[in-house]
């Protein structure tokens, strides 16, 4: 597991950290001194394809007031990515095990995109385990492909400077925030062994997982969604089936794309705070 490169670009009061769950190593990012007994955990969950580095630019404001965990998702960033099925049954089952091996007994989560999808899939399966969730554009409604989701398949199937470059500019409103470090960190990492199996397999898995739309309903804990009003991966349209959520608020950010985290930080983090607390 080389971690060489994506290290130097975690700030110093992260920690990373690796726990072992029976056949599986996962990596995953902290505080320096994590207690599992605390009352304010938040767990964060990247996209597809993505690693725990995506969270980097807010994970500073949301520690002062929060225990941060942010795992490389299984099959992603620098944990193991196995030959198996990645259903959302799986992911889910991943994400009740990593809990479990943590000690944590619950949580608030905000899961990004896939990570949304996660999310919302893992709190209708264990609501106790969850204070609240924010969503931020979350995967699940969506059943047919963008020119920009395109673009991102292609570049982890053909990692290329040119291809990965483009993929991420076409993420964000303002293409030129994109650092070259994360587009070298996508292309070292899809290239590692089975990553480019881990990514298409979890996409056949969203593809054949039941619609979200008409099950939300089940969900009880107060939840944010917050979408970025440019967004060309995930359209604010479908934002529209999470209405079902009884206690549903929805924030859209203006000047963003699908990183809202990364593209306006500050803000984000001010309205994730103002939710959570």
């Given at each position: 597991?080389?971690?060489?490169?994506?290290?130097?670009?975690?700030?110093?009061?992260?920690?990373?950290?690796?726990?072992?769950?029976?056949?599986?190593?996962?990596?995953?990012?902290?505080?320096?001194?994590?207690?599992?007994?605390?009352?304010?955990?938040?767990?964060?969950?990247?996209?597809?394809?993505?690693?725990?580095?995506?969270?980097?630019?807010?994970?500073?404001?949301?520690?002062?007031?929060?225990?941060?965990?942010?795992?490389?998702?299984?099959?992603?960033?620098?944990?193991?990515?196995?030959?198996?099925?990645y259903?959302?049954?799986?992911?889910?089952?991943?994400?009740?095990?990593?809990?479990?091996?943590?000690?944590?007994?619950?949580?608030?989560?905000?899961?990004?995109?896939?990570?949304?999808?996660?999310?919302t899939?893992?709190?209708?399966?264990?609501?106790?385990?969850?204070?609240?969730?924010?969503?931020?554009?979350?995967?699940?409604?969506?059943?047919?492909?963008?020119?920009?989701l395109?673009?991102?398949?292609?570049?982890?199937?053909?990692?290329?400077?040119?291809?990965?470059?483009k993929?991420?500019?076409?993420?964000?409103?303002?293409?030129?925030?994109?650092?070259?470090s994360?587009i070298?960190?996508?292309?070292?990492?899809?290239?590692?062994?089975?990553?480019?199996y881990?990514?298409?397999?979890?996409?056949?898995?969203?593809?054949?997982?039941?619609?979200?739309?008409?099950?939300?309903?089940?969900?009880?804990?107060?939840t944010?969604?917050?979408?970025?009003?440019?967004?060309?991966?995930?359209?604010?349209?479908?934002?529209?089936?999470?209405?079902?959520?009884?206690?549903?608020?929805?924030?859209?950010?203006k000047?963003c794309?699908?990183?809202?985290?990364?593209?306006?930080?500050?803000?984000?983090?001010?309205?994730?705070?103002?939710?959570?607390?």
């Amino acid at each position: 597991m080389n971690q060489e490169h994506v290290i130097s670009i975690v700030r110093q009061d992260i920690s990373t950290n690796l726990v072992h769950m029976d056949e599986y190593t996962i990596r995953y990012l902290s505080g320096n001194d994590f207690n599992p007994d605390s009352a304010r955990i938040l767990v964060l969950l990247h996209g597809i394809g993505a690693s725990a580095e995506r969270w980097a630019p807010v994970f500073p404001r949301l520690s002062e007031k929060f225990e941060v965990i942010i795992p490389d998702i299984i099959g992603f960033g620098y944990s193991d990515k196995p030959t198996v099925e990645y259903t959302m049954d799986f992911f889910v089952e991943f994400l009740d095990r990593f809990m479990k091996a943590l000690y944590i007994k619950q949580a608030s989560f905000i899961g990004w995109s896939f990570g949304g999808f996660l999310a919302t899939e893992f709190t209708m399966k264990f609501p106790s385990q969850v204070n609240k969730l924010v969503l931020v554009s979350p995967a699940g409604t969506m059943r047919t492909s963008t020119q920009t989701l395109d673009e991102y398949i292609m570049a982890a199937l053909y990692p290329t400077y040119e291809n990965v470059a483009k993929a991420f500019s076409h993420m964000t409103y303002n293409s030129e925030i994109v650092p070259e470090s994360t587009i070298r960190d996508f292309i070292n990492r899809m290239r590692l062994p089975n990553a480019k199996y881990a990514f298409m397999s979890t996409l056949l898995g969203i593809r054949d997982s039941p619609n979200l739309a008409g099950r939300l309903s089940k969900i009880k804990v107060p939840t944010l969604c917050i979408w970025g009003e440019h967004d060309q991966m995930i359209p604010f349209q479908y934002s529209a089936a999470y209405g079902d959520i009884p206690s549903c608020t929805t924030k859209v950010m203006k000047g963003c794309g699908h990183t809202p985290p990364i593209e306006n930080p500050e803000d984000f983090t001010k309205i994730v705070l103002d939710f959570l607390q």
